[in-house]
C-alpha cells in the first residue's frame, strides 16, 4: 500500500488559484497513473484529474477543463495540481490517489489514498 500525503489547500476567494502536491515519501510514481478526486460533505468522490506517469498523458473532468491542471515533477516525486479560476462550488476535500489501470476514473479501482487536504473557495 502506496502512503500519500497531499498539502497546499486552504482558503482562496473565487476567481483565485491553488496548487495542490501529492508525494509518496521514499516511493516513485512511475509505475502510477496517479488521481485527483474530490469529496464535499454528504457526497461521494468525483473524478478531477489524472495523469499517467511514465508519459505525462492527462484527462480531466469535463467542470475543470481550461482551468485545472494536472502534472508531475520527476526529480521531486510529485505530482501536482494546479486550480485556477476556482469557484465556490468546487470547495471540497481533494485527495491524491494511484492506480494501475490507465483507462478508469473510478474511484473503487484507485488503490491508495491520501488524507486530503480542504478547498475553501469563498463568493
Known amino acids: 500500500q502506496v502512503q500519500l500525503v497531499e498539502s497546499g489547500g486552504g482558503l482562496v476567494q473565487a476567481g483565485g488559484s491553488l496548487r495542490l502536491s501529492c508525494a509518496a515519501p521514499g516511493r516513485t510514481f512511475s509505475s502510477y497513473v496517479m488521481g485527483w478526486f474530490r469529496q464535499a460533505p454528504g457526497k461521494g468522490r468525483e473524478f478531477v484529474a489524472k495523469?499517467?506517469?511514465?508519459?505525462?498523458?492527462?484527462y480531466y473532468a469535463d467542470s475543470v477543463k481550461g482551468r485545472f491542471t494536472i502534472a508531475r515533477d520527476n526529480d521531486k516525486n510529485t505530482v501536482y495540481l494546479q486550480m485556477n479560476r476556482l469557484k465556490p462550488e468546487n470547495t471540497a476535500v481533494y485527495s491524491c490517489?494511484?492506480?494501475?489501470?490507465?483507462?478508469?476514473?473510478?474511484?473503487?479501482?484507485?488503490?491508495?489514498w491520501g488524507q486530503g487536504t480542504q478547498v475553501t473557495v469563498s463568493s
Open positions: 490517489t494511484a492506480t494501475a489501470n490507465y483507462r478508469t476514473i473510478n474511484p473503487a479501482d484507485f488503490v491508495s
Open positions: 495523469i499517467i506517469w511514465t508519459v505525462s498523458n492527462t
